[in-house]
Structure formats: structure tokens, C-alpha cells
């Protein structure tokens, strides 16, 4: 086993082993830090910011920063979440997201986090950004609407070579993600459903099946995202 | 304490919300306890015929006569609270805010699968007919807007607790069950 460490979270004493990063550490210790674009068991990439905390002061993202002995992290504090909150209002602006006809509504974990969160709309302007549906897939329609670049599909879903079904296409504001065509047309309907699942949002959708899950017993329906970890219903308001 | 009073409207929206409204069931004996309606679909009083505490806004902004209708709700109520996803942002109405008007009108009366007798082409201009917009916009984006209550449409507990708390001035505390964007 690996040396263990001690380290702090809102003044609570938790233990870690050494290398652990500090959100995998929090969770061991039943400490729910928000994250979208962090995936247990992929090099953890932090592109999505959500799980901001302050370590000795200073802003770091919890899934990209190793936990160390003695560290001090402000996870629940005003400003943390304040700053949360910011950053899921902004990726609501920014990119369309209808909730009333999306099929991920009650299992996205983008609106799960502004339900825990409490946030009632966004403080930012709407930018209706013009973008496109794909849908030239035999098993997965690809909606950038939806689609935050948190690189989870394309970290996640290879083929058996190891190689990404999902890339990067275009640069800066304009990039989308792309399905490999050459690549996906042997995807596995396990295949499929694994990309949907991987989608914190919508931007993946498997074909031919939708709405499954009735209203009150999808995943965030009852419970908020975390609560199997920390008990809490929400935080903030 | 005189009894609060309450007008609503529907703008570009499509009465689920006012419909989410009646859903607070027998509570509305609680709730005529506390306030009363004046202009409103409901009671089908078309002007305003005194100052009003609170006014509900259902729908966004899509043409000429909304923006009419909600800047007259801004000048007689006191709070002005967005019901629902397509005040607060346009909802379903916005998608078309990438297409532009035209080829909106021209899918709709020229064009579309379900165009029939419309020999000399004509797209309804009627100097009666409100002007639409070239985006459906977000209430909040034409006038100041005190509450924003999210949902498609929000739950019938959202808003009769929102009423309440709006009413007697305490505070707003929904239920996790009762926050949802659908």
C-alpha cells in the first residue's frame, strides 16, 4: 500500500493515499467535489473547471491536483460555490441548452449540478451560438448544441486497437467533436450506449431510443448528484 | 392587509404554464385568501384597471405586440416574475433564432409539406398583425425582471410556493423535487 497522508477539507480530517488526486482522495473520504468533465479510471484532464477548490488559498482544479500532506482545501465555502455556480451558468449561455425536449433531462449532469446548486437561471446573457446537428451516424445523433468539449467520449471510447472513435475538429471557439467515420462503422450498440453515458449532457444521443425513463424516476429526479456521497439535497442559494 | 393583486399574461408561449397554475388544485381556495386577479387570461379581464402587486409573465418575446403587453405589465405591477423556460429564454420559440425570418415565414406559408391554396403567394401581412421579431428574446432582455421561476412548465409546488412566499415576504425555499428545467 501507498504512504498515507493526512490532509484537510473544510476543516475535516481526511486521509489519502500519496498520488492521489484531491477529487478521488475527497470522494474516498465521502466528500462530493462537482465535476463534468472528470471520468475515474482516465488521466483526469481538467477542462470543465466545476470542481474549483482553494488549496492554501489558491484556486486549483481538484481533479488534475495531487493531494499532499498537510494540505488545507476549502471545498463548501461561499466563494467556491459562487464561482461553481458562475462557470455552470456560463456553459448554459454558451452553448444551447433546451432542457423541455432534451432526451438527457434528468440524467444530465450539467443541469443536475444547477438543480444542486439551486440556480434558478443564468446571470449572463443567452448567445444562441449557431450550431449543427449531426446525425450522418448510424447509432449516435451528435448535437453541439449540447456539447460542453469536456473530452470524456473521446478519452473514453476507443476501439479495440485503442484508438478514439471521438476527435477534436477545428480550433479555438469553432472546434466540435467528431465521430471518426471510418472507425464507428463497426460501433457495437454497447458502443453506443457506453459514448451516451460518458456525455455529461446531450451531445451524444443513441438513435432509435429515447425518453425510456418516465419523469420521477430518472437518476436526478429525487436525489441531487452526490447525495450517494455526502447526504446533502442542495447547497446555496 | 389588504389582499395582494395578481395579473398574468401569455406572450410566446403556449398556456402550459398558466395550465401548471390551475395544478395547485384545491390550494387556490388558500391562495383567493391571499390575493386577487386582475388582468388575465383566467378571469378574462383584458386591461388594467389598477396598479398590481405581482405579474406573471408565461412565453419570450417574439413580436411587436409582446413587447407591447410586457412593457405595459413592467409600468402596473411592482414584481414582475418570468414563468417558465420560454421567459426566461425564449424555450422552444428560440430555436428559429438561427433561421433566418424569412425562410421561417416562407417554410411556414410557400413552401412547407402542408401548404395548400396559396396561389399568389402570399405571406400574412395584415397592417392588424403584429410585427414579428428576427429573434424570439428573453424577457429579461426587454425590461427588468424581479423572479425568474425555471421549469417547462414549473412545477404547480414551484409556483404556488413562490406565490405565497412572494405575498407575505418570506422567504423562497423550493424543494430539490420541485427545481426542474422540464
Known amino acids: ?237 | 392587509m389588504g389582499k395582494s393583486i395578481i395579473a398574468t399574461t401569455s406572450l410566446a408561449g403556449c398556456f402550459g404554464c398558466h395550465m401548471s397554475l390551475l395544478d395547485i388544485d384545491e390550494r387556490i381556495l388558500e391562495l383567493a385568501e391571499l390575493v386577487e386577479f386582475n388582468k388575465s387570461p383566467i378571469n378574462d379581464i383584458k386591461k388594467f384597471t389598477k396598479k398590481c402587486d405581482i405579474g406573471l409573465i408565461e412565453g419570450g418575446v417574439c413580436n411587436s405586440e409582446n413587447i407591447h403587453v410586457l412593457k405595459d405589465f413592467r409600468e402596473n405591477c411592482k414584481i414582475l416574475v418570468s414563468v417558465g423556460e420560454c421567459a426566461i429564454m425564449g424555450g422552444l420559440p428560440a430555436l428559429r433564432n438561427n433561421i433566418p425570418l424569412r425562410e421561417c415565414l416562407a417554410e411556414a406559408y410557400l413552401d412547407g409539406p402542408s401548404v395548400e391554396n396559396n396561389e399568389e403567394q402570399i405571406i400574412p401581412n395584415d397592417e392588424e398583425l403584429p410585427l414579428m421579431l428576427n429573434k424570439v428574446y428573453p424577457c429579461h432582455e426587454v425590461v427588468k425582471i424581479d423572479v425568474k421561476l425555471p421549469g417547462c412548465p414549473p412545477s404547480a409546488d414551484m409556483i404556488y410556493e413562490a406565490l405565497v412566499a412572494l405575498v407575505t415576504g418570506r422567504d423562497l425555499e423550493i424543494p430539490y423535487e420541485a427545481l426542474k428545467y422540464d
Open chain 1, 1 to 237: 500500500m501507498n504512504k498515507v497522508i493526512n490532509f484537510k477539507v473544510d476543516g475535516v480530517i481526511c486521509m489519502a493515499e500519496k498520488g492521489q488526486h484531491i477529487l478521488d482522495a475527497a470522494k474516498a473520504n465521502k466528500i462530493f467535489i462537482p465535476t463534468l468533465c472528470n471520468l475515474p479510471g482516465f488521466k483526469p484532464k481538467g477542462s470543465c473547471r466545476v470542481c474549483n477548490v482553494k488549496v492554501n488559498g489558491k484556486l486549483m482544479t481538484a481533479c488534475t491536483t495531487p493531494v499532499a500532506e498537510g494540505m488545507d482545501i476549502q471545498n463548501n465555502t461561499d466563494e467556491i460555490i459562487e464561482i461553481r455556480k458562475m462557470i455552470i451558468e456560463l456553459l448554459f449561455v454558451e452553448g444551447n441548452h433546451y432542457c423541455p425536449y432534451c432526451e438527457k433531462s434528468g440524467n444530465c449532469e450539467l443541469q443536475a449540478l444547477a438543480y444542486k446548486y439551486k440556480i434558478m437561471a443564468p446571470r449572463f446573457p443567452y448567445q444562441f451560438p449557431d450550431r449543427d446537428i449531426e446525425a450522418s451516424n448510424d447509432k449516435l445523433l451528435k448535437d453541439h448544441n449540447r456539447c460542453i468539449l469536456c473530452k470524456r467520449c473521446i478519452r473514453a471510447i476507443k476501439d479495440e486497437k485503442g484508438r478514439s472513435i471521438f476527435a477534436f475538429k477545428r480550433r479555438g471557439h469553432k472546434v466540435v467533436i467528431n465521430i471518426d467515420t471510418k472507425l464507428s462503422v463497426n460501433m457495437s450498440d454497447e458502443m453506443a450506449q457506453e459514448a451516451m453515458d460518458v456525455c455529461p449532457v446531450g451531445a451524444i444521443i443513441k438513435k432509435e431510443i429515447g425518453f425510456s425513463v418516465p419523469i420521477g424516476e430518472r437518476t436526478y429526479d429525487k436525489n441531487p448528484i452526490g447525495h450517494e456521497l455526502d447526504g446533502i439535497k442542495s447547497t446555496g442559494l
